[in-house]
Every structure is written in C-alpha cells, then in structure tokens.
C-alpha cells in the first residue's frame, strides 16, 4: 500500500451517523421550543385582550358616571356643569382622575404579570433559583426606591380623599395652576404662562384647592373722606345686588352680596369693603364686573373713586372673616325713663305657702 494513502487514511475525520434517537431529539427540541413559542404568545395576546376588555370596562363606567352627572343637572356638556349644582363638577372631575389612574395601574399589573408568566414559561426553574436573589433587589429597592414608594401611596390618597381632580386650580407651594393630569407618581400642574410643572405626589405637603365649593370676592373702595358712609354703602350693596340679579351673571354667584362697613381710613379716603360669594372659577371673572360697576356707581353720585381694590384675606385675619361679617343681633336694651317720676316698684315674689292638714281629734 503506498504510504501517502495511508496518511490519508488515518487523517480522515469520522463520520457521524444520524442515527434516529438524534433526530428523535431533534424533533424533541423543535417541539417544546414552538410549544413555549406558542404559549409566550398566547400570554403576550392574553395580556393585550385583557388590557383591552379592562380599558373598555373603566372607560364605560367613568361615561356612566359623567353621564348621570349630567342627566342629573340636565346638560349635554360637562362645560355647562359649570352652572350646575358643585358637587356634580366634582364628581366628573374625580371620576375622570380615577379612570386615569386605574389606567395606569391596569397597565403596569399586566405587564409584571406577563413578563413573569413568560419567564415561567421559557424557563420554569427559574423563579424558585431566583428566590434570594430577588429578596435581596426587594431589599434594595426598599431601601433605595423609598421615594417612589411615598410619591405612589401619596398619590392614591390625594386622589382617593378628592384633593385634586383633573381642571382644578390649586397651589401645590411648588407650582400654582391648573391641574392637566394626575398619575399615581406625578401631577401635571400648568401655570399661567404656560409652564408644565412635574410636581412628584411624595412631595406636596399643602394642597390649596382654589376649585372646591366656593370663592369670594372681596372689593375694598377708596371714597373721599367727607361722603355719607351710609349712602356710598347703600349704593355699594345696590350695584351688586343689580348684578346678582342679571341674568348673565346670577349662575356664578352663589349668596347675597354684604356690605363689611368701613374697615380703614387712610389719609383723606375712607376704606368700604364689599364682599360676594362665588362659584370657585367664577371669582376673577365676578370680581372684575362687580369692580366696574361700583366705580360707576360711586362717579355717578358726583364722587371720585381714588382706589378700588380686590383684597385676599391671610393669616389671622382670613381665619376670622371665613363666615363672613358677624353684626350684633341682640336687642337694644330698655332705657330708663327720662322723667323725675319713680318708677311703681315691681311686685316682689313670695313663695306659696302650703296649707297645713287638718289635724284628726283622737278618741276622747
């Protein structure tokens, strides 16, 4: 035999044969790996049906809700509950924050849900393997995740005791405007000037609701010193009554108009304050008419108006005026006659006396 052909020989690889058990494994393998594909995508399809149904099922209940708000103050828009009774825009504005964050927490559920049921799936060891590793990340996280934890259970209980609801003007100390949003982690506050504040829910420590049950609006007017106080007040309460009762305007307005009586003097002008009640978001538009008016009127009586000024009670002195003015109510106490003539003196009480029980004669 020539020797290159025994070098060759002895170099060739071995064959391996497909013997059926390895395609028996094969077969094995393809099949458990498509029953683990079809079942991650039967959860993934469970999941987004489930998220569906459970999107559909709040979004009907909040209609509900908002609907019975508004057959109830017989509206067609939740714009016109404005003019209905408080405690419907309340209801709408709570009802919708809710749906928004059972949304959210629908959302993340099935997702942890899914994602473990998957990893069960592909892997079915794995969670029981994990065990302590996971408690030392929960321990971890607890430690390091605090505040998320504080912003989430602040959020709930902002939302679930009706402190913010979605349109409310509020003062967060961090931001002041309109509430656009509320999640369990974050409200979204926009001012004024158009600025969207992240305000975190773990970080508000004072809500002030300018949006629940009523406002006042509070006018102080600077007449000259030497005008009848009586008739500038009569005047005062007269212009605003004319507007409680005008038809454009008696809906934003919730109590008859009080005259407070001079609070100041300053100089040569004398201070009268007015006040009204208002609904919540009716105030700055109220105050704005009612200033108007009150300066024509006081022109109108041939005096001229100095100062005119809207005043936001604080401190000690808001706390005092929150029931409004409180005039004595007691009668005037008699005077005594003007006369030298003495009074008859009145009748002096005696005591009852008891008869006394006739006495029975023994025998004699």
């Known amino acids: 035999m020539p020797l290159v052909s025994v070098f060759a020989a002895e170099e060739a690889p071995p064959e391996t044969p497909l013997t059926p058990e390895w395609w028996t494994d094969v077969l094995a ?166 600025t969207l504040w992240y305000v975190r829910n773990g970080e508000i420590l004072r809500i002030g609701n300018l949006s629940q049950g009523w406002s006042r609006v509070i006018v102080d007017v600077a007449v000259p010193a030497d005008a009848d106080i009586d008739e500038v007040e009569a005047t005062m309460l007269d212009t605003a009554k004319a507007l409680a009762t005008d038809p454009k305007w008696r809906t934003r307005m919730v109590d008859k108009p009080e005259v407070w009586g001079l609070e100041s003097v300053t100089g040569d002008t004398l201070i009268i304050r007015l006040v009204t009640k208002t609904r919540a978001n009716a105030k700055d538009d109220v105050g704005r008419e009612l200033r108007v008016r009150l300066k024509r009127a006081i022109e109108g009586m041939g005096l001229s108006v100095p100062q005119l000024n809207s005043v936001l009670l604080s401190g000690i002195e808001g706390a005092q005026r929150v029931r409004g003015a409180n005039p004595p109510r007691t009668r005037p106490n008699p005077l005594a006659p003007a006369t030298d003539e003495v009074p008859a003196p009145r009748p002096k009480w005696r005591p009852k006396l008891k008869p006394e029980a006739p006495k029975e004669d023994g025998p004699s």
């Not at 949304?103 to 069960?120: D, G, K, M």
């Not at 913010?164 to 004024?192: M, P, Q």
């Open 29 to 194: 393998f393809l099949t458990e790996a498509g029953r683990n594909l079809i079942a991650a995508v039967g959860i993934i399809v469970g999941a987004l049906l489930l998220a569906w149904i459970l999107r559909i099922v709040i979004r009907r209940v909040v209609d509900r809700i908002v609907g019975g708000a508004k057959s109830k103050a017989n509206v067609d828009d939740t714009q016109a509950l404005e003019r209905s009774p408080l405690a419907s825009v309340r209801v709408v504005q709570r009802t919708r924050t809710l749906g928004s964050i059972l949304h959210n927490i629908v959302n993340v559920t099935i997702v942890v849900i899914a994602l473990l049921l998957i990893v069960n799936v592909f892997a079915p060891n794995a969670l029981g393997s994990l065990t302590l590793l996971t408690a030392a990340v929960g321990a971890g996280l607890g430690f390091g995740a605090q505040n998320i934890v504080k912003d989430v259970l602040n959020g709930i209980f902002i939302v679930a005791e009706d402190q913010v609801g979605i349109g409310d003007v509020v003062d967060l100390g961090l931001a002041t405007g309109i509430v656009e949003f509320v999640s369990v982690r974050v409200t979204h506050v926009r001012d004024a000037n158009g």
